[in-house]
């Protein structure tokens, strides 16, 4: 089942006529590995919103899997191929050393990465659409083109958060296209994506696999 997202999504068709370049998605999110091999050809510079510095390391690992999903490099005989596989990465640190992410720290990456040229954004977080300061910049980025897109959550039931026009929020599917179990949902969900054991890029130049609507997410922001 290796890869079957690509499959089921048809992302090798589509590789025919597009495989990501002149994109850049901003992974806001826990830091991207900076020297994984299957990631680092991709990066352009980004932003640490929770130290204030350039130094977008991950400190949990969470985005770097979610960053392989969405653009690790394809076709280089190399680990695991993305959806979009020549799209650019940048990495935009928000969260704590935990992987807990801020409204403020959410708001300004979105900012930031509207500002630097980015124009999809993936934020494998929950409830985001609760957050004020966040629909705010995605409203920005939307005025600039962009989307941003974000994870349904994993309480395997109804959420009543709130839709919102300007987030594209994402649910997990399962092999036989059916809502994942853990998947969250609700009308705030705009689309539902493969999300159990996505292969993709891990810590320590690893790969393995990834489940959650944070997998799903980044799905669909290479989709994008």
């Known amino acids: 089942s290796k890869g079957w997202h690509l499959q089921t999504i048809k992302a090798p068709g589509a590789w025919d006529h597009a495989v990501g370049d002149g994109v850049t998605i901003a992974i806001l999110d826990s830091g991207v590995e900076p ?4 990631l680092a050809p991709q990066f352009v510079p980004g932003w640490n919103f929770y130290d204030y510095n350039s130094n ?3 400190v949990t ?3 770097t899997q979610v960053a392989g999903v969405a653009a690790a ?3 280089n005989a190399t680990g695991v191929a993305a959806i979009n596989w020549r799209a650019k990465l940048m990495p935009i640190r928000i969260t704590d050393t935990s992987g807990y992410a801020y ?3 959410i708001a300004q990456g979105i900012t930031w990465a509207a500002d630097h040229g980015a124009r999809v954004v993936n934020l494998s977080f929950g409830h985001v659409s609760t957050v004020s300061a966040a ?3 995605a409203e920005y980025m939307r005025s600039k083109g ?3 897109v974000v994870s349904a959550g994993n309480s395997g039931a109804l959420e009543s958060d709130p839709p919102s026009a300007v987030l594209t929020t994402v649910a997990a599917t399962d092999y036989a296209d059916g809502k994942a179990d853990f998947s969250s949902y609700g009308d705030y969900v705009d689309v539902g994506a ?3 054991s996505i292969q993709t890029t891990k810590p320590g130049a690893t790969y393995g696999g990834c489940s959650g609507t944070s997998a799903a997410s980044p799905v669909v922001a290479g989709v994008y």
Not at 35 to 38: T, Y
């Open 135 to 137: 629909i705010k910049a």
């Open 56 to 58: 977008t390391a991950d």
């Open 73 to 75: 490099a394809g076709n």
């Open 61 to 63: 690992g969470h985005g």
């Open 103 to 105: 409204s403020s720290t």
């Open 35 to 38: 020297n994984h091999p299957d």
């Open 146 to 148: 962009g989307v941003v």
């Open 194 to 196: 493969p999300g159990i």
